[in-house]
Each structure stands twice: as C-alpha cells, then as structure tokens.
C-alpha cells in the first residue's frame, strides 16, 4: 500500500525546480547590485583602488556612490569607469548581472583571460575599452551577435587577441570606434566591414593581417580615421575608393608592402585629410599635385617608397604643414622654394636619399617652430640660406652628400642652443664651423 505521504521522486524534483525558479525571479527583479559588485571586487583580490566598495557601505543606493562606479536616475548601475587601476584577473562573470551597464571601461590595467561573453548579458552596453591589458586567445564568432545592438565603442587596443576579425562584428551597426590595434589578429579584414556605415575610426595596425585591403572599406562614408599600418598585406594597391572618403581625416598605412600603381587616381574627394602616413611601402608613380591642396594637412609622411617626378609646388603653400617626411624615394626636381613661408608651424623636414636638385628653401624656420631638416644625399646646390644658419630653434642640420657651395655662414651654431646634430660633410662649401 503506498503511503499518501511519501513525495515521488518526481515531484521533488519539480519542487526544486519551481524553488530555483523562484529564486531566479527574486534575483531579476530586485538586483542587488551592490552583491554584485562586491562579488567582483572579490574576483579581482580585493584590489586597493576598491578598497571603499564595502559591505558596510551598501545601505540601499549606496553602491551608487562607490568611486568608479555611475547610476542612472533608477539606482541601476549604468557606468564602471575602472581605467587604470591595478586591477588584476579575468572579467569575472558577475559582471553579466549588471543589467543596465551602459559604460565599461576597464583599460591600462592587467586584465587576463579571454573575451568575456558574460558582457552579453548587458544589452544596454554601448561603450566597452579593455584597452592595454592582457587579455587574450581569439574573438568569439559570434561577438557582433552577442554584445547588445546599441555598442558604438569597441576598444581592445593592446591585448593578446589571435585568430581572425569575426565577421559577425558587421551586425554592430551603431559601431562608431572599433580599435583592435597591436595584438596578433591574423587574416584578412572582412569585406562585411563596409556595413558599419556610422563607423568613425577603424583601428586595426599592428597586427599580422593579410590579404589585400578590401574595396569595401571605401563605402565607410563616416569614416574620419583609418589605421592599418604594419600588417604584411600581400603586395596590392590602396584601394581608390579611400580618396573618396569625405570626412576621412587620418590615413595610416604605413610598413605593409603596398605597391604598383600610382597612389591617387580620379575621384580624389579627402579634403579634409590631416595625415597621410603611407611610408615603408613599395609605391610609385608621383606625388599627386592635390596633397597641395589639403588645406588641413599637418603630417604628409611618404619616406621609403619608390615614388618619383618632382615635389608639387603646391606642397610649399599648405599652411598648416608640420612634418614633411619624403626620404628614399626616387624624387627630383627642386624642394618647393616658399616651403615654409606659408606653414607657420612647420618643424620637421626630411627629404634623404633622392635625387633633388637646385636650392634649399630659404623660409623653412620663418614660422619660428622649425626643429629638423635632414637633405643628405641629395644634388642640392647653393649656399645655405641665411634664414637656416639663423634659425634659433635648429636642433638637426644633415646636408652632408650634396653639391653645396659658398662660405659656411658664420652664425651656423651660434645662438642655437637646441642644436645637436649638424653635418655639412662631402659638399663645396668653404670656411669653418667655430
Ligand atoms: C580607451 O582607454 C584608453 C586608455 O585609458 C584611452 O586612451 C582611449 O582613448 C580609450 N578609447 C576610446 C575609444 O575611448
Ligand atoms: C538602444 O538605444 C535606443 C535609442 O537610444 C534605446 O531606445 C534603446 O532602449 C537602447 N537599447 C537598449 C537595449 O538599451
Ligand atoms: C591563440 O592563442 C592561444 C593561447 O596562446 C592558443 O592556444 C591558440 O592556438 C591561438 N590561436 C590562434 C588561431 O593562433
Ligand atoms: C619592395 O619590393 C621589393 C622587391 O619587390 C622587396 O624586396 C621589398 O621587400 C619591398 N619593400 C617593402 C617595404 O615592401
Ligand atoms: C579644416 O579644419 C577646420 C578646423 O577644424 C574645419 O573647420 C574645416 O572644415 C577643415 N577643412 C576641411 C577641408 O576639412
Ligand atoms: C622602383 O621603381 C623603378 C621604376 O621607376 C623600378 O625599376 C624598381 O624596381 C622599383 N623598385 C622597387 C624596390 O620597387
Ligand atoms: C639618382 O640618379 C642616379 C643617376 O640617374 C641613379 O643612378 C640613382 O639611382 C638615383 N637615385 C635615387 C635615390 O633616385
Ligand atoms: C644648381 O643646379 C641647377 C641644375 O640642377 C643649375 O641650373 C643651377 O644653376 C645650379 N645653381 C647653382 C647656384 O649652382
């Protein structure tokens, strides 16, 4: 005869069940963040700058008012603003639980471990840096499918990731700023990028990408920053469609074996360009005369490529000119003569191992910045202007290797307190350096 008090094994079960489920509701719908926190706090060894998260201190709301950490209006933690901080260990997973996290920044600390999918949990995230850390082992592939829909910063910068880009990042489309720069990201990039069409900087130097540089990316129309130096790209063009990027402001292409072909062609709309890096490559053809006409330009950096004809003219009106950075190309003609007399900040000026002619500027330091000029082997001819013997602020004069003449003037060294370099070997030059 069964006894009417004895639980089947089954019904036990479905009271544990209905126990823990219960327990879950409790816990969704009264967070204790604070526990929550604290958890955290635990995980990472109870690191020093945490010391004021405490349980004495978790009075209703209190939480709110730990250092680094931001609520909204509802008392929900929205904002963990942990950048260096010495903080150690792997994102523990209780990090999950805060529901509203909008703002995660845990950069410049010794993050371990690999990317933490718990983060997926936070569908409000829109900001995550876990830049400078040690984190590591590949993305996960579906990274784009996990992280909530609203992510507009995605900072990893200077990590230990490997393995490819995942191409499911193409499904963060509110994407703004995706850095993943210096880790060891293998690969090509995926053409689905060009759906990211609010991205504003793409990030990705310094890693061992490879392949080409898609096309796509010139569909990128908010794109201001683009950065893809030093990755061993198989030998290919910059795709055109970059010199139509509008907006696009910064332009980092350099050490990644790019070749053939001249580098602009029609269609060139990036007006708004203030650095254009694509030194250490193979590229030939000339220097297109409408780099002169980027009125923001500040950093044109072009050294070590094969690139020949003459320096536009034009290259000497920019006023906002900085560095101009032309060393082992093919280059002749002359340096444009009023270099320097329209940029006012012009500092540095490199133009090494070519085979340019005629005179050195004599308005490189009338802006009063001017810092480095380095022309050795050269077929520079002429004396050295007046204004460069003048020149205050001189910390760098190479010209050695060149067909220079005339008297050494006599105020080259004086009144130049910076100087530390100057070399005027293998010239005609007559007289002496006191
Ligand atoms: C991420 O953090 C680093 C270091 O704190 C900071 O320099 C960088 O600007 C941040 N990145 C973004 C996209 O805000
Ligand atoms: C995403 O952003 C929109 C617009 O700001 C907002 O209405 C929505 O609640 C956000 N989604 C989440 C999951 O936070
Ligand atoms: C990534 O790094 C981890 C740990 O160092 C290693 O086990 C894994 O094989 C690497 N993956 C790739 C694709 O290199
Ligand atoms: C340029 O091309 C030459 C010959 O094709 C190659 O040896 C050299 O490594 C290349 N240089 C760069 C910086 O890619
Ligand atoms: C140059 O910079 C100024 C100041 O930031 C800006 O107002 C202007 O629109 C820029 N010009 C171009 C062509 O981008
Ligand atoms: C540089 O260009 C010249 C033609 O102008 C070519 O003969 C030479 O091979 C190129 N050098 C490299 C390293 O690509
Ligand atoms: C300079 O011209 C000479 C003679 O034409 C040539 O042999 C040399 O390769 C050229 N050097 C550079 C850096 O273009
Ligand atoms: C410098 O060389 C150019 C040709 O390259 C020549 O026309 C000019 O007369 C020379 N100037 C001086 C001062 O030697």
Same mark, same amino acid.
């Given at each position: 005869?069964?006894?009417?008090?004895?639980?089947? *094994?089954?019904?036990?079960?479905?009271?544990?069940?209905?126990?823990?489920? #219960? #327990?879950?509701?409790?816990?969704?719908?009264?967070?204790?963040?604070?526990?929550?926190? =604290?958890?955290?706090?635990? %995980? !990472?060894?109870?690191?020093?700058?945490?010391?004021?998260?405490?349980?004495?201190?978790?009075?209703?709301?209190? #939480?709110?008012?730990?250092?680094?950490?931001?609520?909204?209006?509802?008392?929900?933690?929205?904002?963990?603003?942990?950048?260096?901080?010495?903080? $150690?260990?792997?994102?523990?997973?209780?990090? /999950?639980?805060?529901?509203?996290?909008? #703002?995660?920044?845990?950069?410049?600390?010794?993050?371990?471990?690999?990317? *933490?999918?718990?983060?997926?949990?936070?569908?409000?995230?829109?900001?995550?840096?876990?830049?400078?850390?040690?984190?590591?082992?590949?993305?996960?592939?579906? $990274?784009?499918?996990?992280?909530?829909?609203?992510?507009?910063?995605?900072?990893?910068?200077?990590?230990?990731?490997?393995?490819?880009?995942?191409?499911?990042?193409?499904?963060?489309?509110?994407?703004?700023?995706?850095? +993943?720069? !210096?880790?060891?990201?293998? /690969?090509?990039?995926?053409?689905?990028?060009?759906?990211?069409?609010?991205?504003?900087?793409?990030? @990705?130097?310094?890693?061992?990408?490879?392949?080409?540089?898609?096309?796509?990316?010139?569909?990128?129309?908010?794109?201001?920053?683009?950065?893809? %130096?030093?990755?061993?790209?198989?030998?290919?063009?910059?795709?055109?469609? $970059?010199?139509?990027?509008?907006?696009?402001?910064?332009?980092?292409?350099?050490?990644?074996?790019?070749?053939?072909?001249?580098?602009?062609?029609?269609?060139?709309?990036?007006?708004?360009?203030?650095?254009?890096?694509?030194?250490?490559?193979?590229?030939? /053809?000339?220097?297109?005369?409408?780099?002169?006409? @980027?009125?923001?330009?500040?950093?044109?950096?072009?050294?070590?490529?094969?690139?020949?004809?003459? $320096? *536009?003219?034009?290259?000497?009106?920019?006023?906002?000119?900085?560095? +101009?950075?032309?060393?082992?190309?093919?280059?002749?003609?002359?340096?444009?003569?009023?270099?320097?007399?329209?940029?006012?900040?012009?500092?540095?000026?490199?133009?090494?191992?070519?085979? =340019?002619?005629?005179?050195?500027?004599? !308005?490189?330091?009338?802006? /009063?910045?001017?810092?480095?000029?380095? %022309?050795?082997?050269? =077929?520079?001819?002429?004396?050295?202007?007046?204004?460069?013997?003048?020149?205050?602020?001189?910390?760098?004069?190479?010209?050695?290797?060149?067909? @220079?003449?005339?008297?050494?003037?006599?105020?080259?060294?004086?009144?130049?307190?910076?100087?530390?370099?100057?070399?005027?070997?293998?010239?005609?030059?007559?007289?002496?350096?006191?």
């Amino acid at each position: 005869m069964a006894t009417p008090h004895r639980a089947s *094994p089954n019904c036990v079960l479905l009271l544990l069940v209905a126990c823990l489920l #219960h #327990h879950r509701v409790a816990v969704e719908s009264l967070p204790d963040e604070a526990g929550l926190l =604290l958890q955290i706090k635990r %995980a !990472w060894g109870d690191p020093p700058a945490l010391a004021a998260w405490s349980a004495d201190a978790s009075a209703a709301g209190a #939480h709110c008012r730990w250092p680094y950490v931001g609520c909204d209006s509802a008392g929900s933690v929205i904002k963990l603003a942990l950048a260096s901080a010495n903080i $150690i260990g792997a994102i523990p997973d209780a990090v /999950g639980g805060l529901s509203s996290l909008t #703002h995660l920044d845990v950069s410049s600390n010794s993050i371990t471990g690999v990317f *933490p999918t718990a983060l997926y949990h936070c569908h409000s995230l829109r900001y995550l840096n876990m830049s400078w850390n040690d984190i590591g082992g590949e993305l996960p592939g579906d $990274i784009g499918n996990g992280l909530g829909a609203n992510m507009s910063t995605l900072d990893l910068t200077f990590n230990n990731f490997n393995g490819t880009i995942p191409a499911s990042l193409s499904r963060l489309r509110d994407l703004q700023h995706l850095a +993943l720069g !210096w880790n060891h990201l293998s /690969g090509s990039i995926p053409k689905s990028m060009s759906k990211l069409q609010n991205l504003r900087s793409l990030m @990705l130097q310094e890693n061992s990408l490879a392949g080409t540089i898609p096309a796509e990316l010139g569909k990128l129309t908010s794109l201001q920053e683009l950065g893809l %130096a030093n990755s061993p790209f198989d030998a290919g063009t910059i795709p055109p469609g $970059i010199w139509g990027l509008k907006k696009l402001r910064g332009l980092s292409l350099c050490e990644n074996q790019l070749t053939a072909g001249d580098v602009v062609v029609d269609g060139f709309a990036a007006m708004s360009l203030r650095m254009i890096d694509v030194s250490d490559n193979n590229l030939t /053809g000339i220097i297109p005369e409408v780099f002169g006409h @980027l009125r923001n330009l500040t950093y044109l950096l072009l050294f070590n490529n094969n690139f020949s004809g003459k $320096i *536009p003219v034009s290259i000497g009106l920019l006023p906002l000119l900085r560095i +101009l950075s032309l060393s082992s190309n093919r280059l002749t003609g002359t340096l444009p003569q009023e270099l320097g007399k329209h940029s006012l900040g012009l500092s540095y000026v490199y133009v090494e191992d070519n085979n =340019l002619t005629g005179q050195i500027p004599q !308005w490189l330091c009338a802006g /009063g910045q001017f810092e480095q000029l380095g %022309a050795s082997n050269n =077929l520079l001819n002429g004396s050295i202007p007046v204004g460069l013997a003048r020149c205050h602020t001189l910390q760098y004069l190479d010209l050695h290797s060149n067909q @220079l003449t005339g008297d050494i003037p006599g105020s080259l060294g004086y009144d130049m307190p910076l100087l530390q370099t100057l070399n005027l070997a293998n010239n005609e030059l007559s007289g002496s350096i006191c």
